[in-house]
């Protein structure tokens, strides 16, 4: 008897472990931008002006306010996204948004927030994406385009590919 209560919550431990959902996943991407803080936020602190930096972008459409703008992202690989800001602040630069429903065509994630910062960085300014985010299929067996790696590596890839954007818009002057 004592041993079948011991083994009981065992294997439902075991049970529950097989039953594993999504975990949260988390990439951070940043680049040093020769320009000041202020020129770099006076571009990348346009919450809808993504489109002018992000070479992924086809097309960014926002409206509302700074404090609870919302933006709609066409990418040129197909899909849109919209998201809003939950939280902006000018005078430390930095703003959070999140995304409103998936389209796994555009990003293959679901439920993501994120922060941009542009901070002082020697003679120039850094700026650091972090997002945070659910693989594109939260079932315990996704397909393997949607998985967490799937969703690490489009985010990384987006995260790099729009800082570099962002930095060769305001070191060379002019948005894409």
Same mark, same amino acid.
């Given at each position: 008897?004592?041993?079948?209560?011991?083994?009981?919550?065992?294997?439902?431990?075991?049970?529950?472990?097989?039953?594993?959902?999504?975990?949260?996943?988390?990439?951070?991407? !940043?680049?040093?931008?020769? $320009? *000041?803080?202020?020129?770099? =936020?006076?571009? $990348?602190?346009?919450?809808?002006?993504?489109?002018? =930096?992000?070479p992924a972008i086809a097309k960014a459409e926002? !409206?509302?306010?700074?404090? *609870?703008?919302?933006?709609?992202?066409?990418?040129? *690989?197909?899909?849109?996204?919209? #998201? !809003?800001?939950? #939280?902006?602040? $000018?005078?430390?630069?930095?703003?959070?948004?999140?995304?409103?429903?998936?389209?796994?065509?555009?990003?293959?994630? *679901?439920?993501?927030?994120?922060?941009?910062?542009? !901070?002082?960085?020697?003679?120039?300014?850094?700026?650091? =994406?972090?997002?945070?985010?659910?693989?594109?299929?939260?079932?315990?067996?996704?397909?393997?385009?949607?998985?967490?790696?799937?969703?690490?590596?489009?985010?990384?890839?987006?995260?790099?590919?729009?800082?570099?954007?962002?930095?060769? $818009?305001?070191?060379?002057?002019?948005?894409?």
């Amino acid at each position: 008897m004592r041993l079948s209560l011991l083994v009981l919550p065992l294997a439902l431990a075991a049970t529950a472990a097989l039953a594993h959902g999504p975990t949260p996943q988390k990439v951070s991407q !940043s680049i040093t931008i020769k $320009a *000041s803080p202020d020129a770099v =936020w006076k571009v $990348a602190g346009d919450f809808a002006g993504i489109g002018k =930096w992000h070479p992924a972008i086809a097309k960014a459409e926002g !409206s509302g306010s700074k404090e *609870s703008g919302t933006r709609t992202l066409t990418f040129k *690989s197909g899909g849109k996204i919209e #998201e !809003s800001l939950d #939280e902006y602040k $000018a005078d430390a630069r930095t703003y959070s948004y999140r995304m409103g429903e998936p389209d796994l065509k555009a990003l293959p994630v *679901s439920s993501y927030s994120a922060t941009l910062t542009v !901070s002082p960085e020697g003679d120039g300014a850094k700026v650091e =994406w972090m997002g945070r985010f659910y693989r594109g299929d939260t079932g315990n067996e996704p397909p393997e385009n949607l998985s967490d790696e799937a969703g690490k590596a489009a985010m990384n890839t987006y995260f790099s590919e729009g800082l570099k954007g962002l930095k060769a $818009a305001v070191e060379g002057g002019k948005a894409k």
